[in-house]
């Protein structure tokens, strides 16, 4: 059974940094398509980074363009985010996310992602 387990979320400052890790089990995941998405308090979850299969491409979305960075560890079988130059507006759920399919092409939607962890609560104060 397929499961994804976020951690590394917390409070902090405006302007600092935080590394969130998703660790992926139940399936060798080391080439698949692993996506960090967001949902704050009132708003529907969206996407902020997305590796395609064999990290064919990234998907990032605007709002954390050059502030985050998604990667991954295959031997880990975790990918990670690393996310600095944190604004309050980057207070939200975090949660990763894995498709069934190997060949998967990220684009931002949520369509497709079928396995999904808890979330890990990021809080940036002011």
């Known amino acids: 059974q397929v499961q994804l387990v976020e951690s590394g979320g917390g409070l902090v400052q405006a302007g600092g940094s935080l590394r969130l890790s998703c660790a992926a089990s139940?399936?060798?995941?080391?080439?698949?398509?692993m996506g960090w998405f967001r949902q704050a308090p009132g708003k529907e979850r969206e996407a902020v980074s997305c590796l395609s299969t064999k990290e064919a491409s990234i998907y990032d979305s605007d709002s954390v363009k050059g502030r985050f960075t998604i990667r991954r560890d295959s031997s880990k079988n975790t990918v990670y985010l690393e996310m600095s130059s944190l604004k309050p507006e980057d207070t939200a759920i975090y949660y990763c996310?894995?498709?069934?399919?190997?060949?998967?092409?990220?684009?931002?939607?949520?369509?497709?992602?079928?396995?999904w962890g808890k979330g890990t609560l990021v809080t940036v104060s002011s």
């Open positions: 996310a894995a498709p069934t399919a190997w060949l998967y092409y990220c684009t931002g939607s949520t369509e497709g992602m079928d396995f």
């Open positions: 139940g399936g060798a995941f080391g080439t698949y398509a």
